[in-house]
């Protein structure tokens, strides 16, 4: 990430637990903070089993937002970018 620099990472089998899409945190929850880059917005859907989980890492130069009201049983992030001059992206 701090190589490459890309604006957008989707990433699966995270292993991290504790934070789902419109929820708060729970108090053993892994901190985003830890593990990503600062000059990142994280979106997570951790499994709260061992294993799984999904994200989305959003470069801060990036405007974005969670979209919850995607969210399912199914273990997946959903995210709107917003690009000056572009249609919005969800991802």
Do not use: Q
């Not at 708060?24 to 990142?40: D, G, M, Q, R, V």
């Not at 979106?43 to 989980?53: A, I, L, P, S, V």
């Amino acid at each position: 990430m701090n190589y490459i620099k890309p604006d957008v990472i989707c990433g699966t089998e995270s292993w991290l637990h504790g934070v789902k899409p419109g929820k708060n945190p729970t108090l053993n929850a892994i901190k985003s903070s830890e593990i990503f880059p600062e000059n990142y917005v994280i979106y997570r859907n951790d499994r709260e089993t061992k294993g799984g989980g999904f994200f989305i890492a959003i470069h801060t130069d990036l405007s974005s937002t969670e979209c919850v009201e995607f969210i399912t049983d199914c273990e997946l992030s959903v995210a709107k970018i917003c690009v000056k001059s572009l249609k919005n992206y969800l991802r």
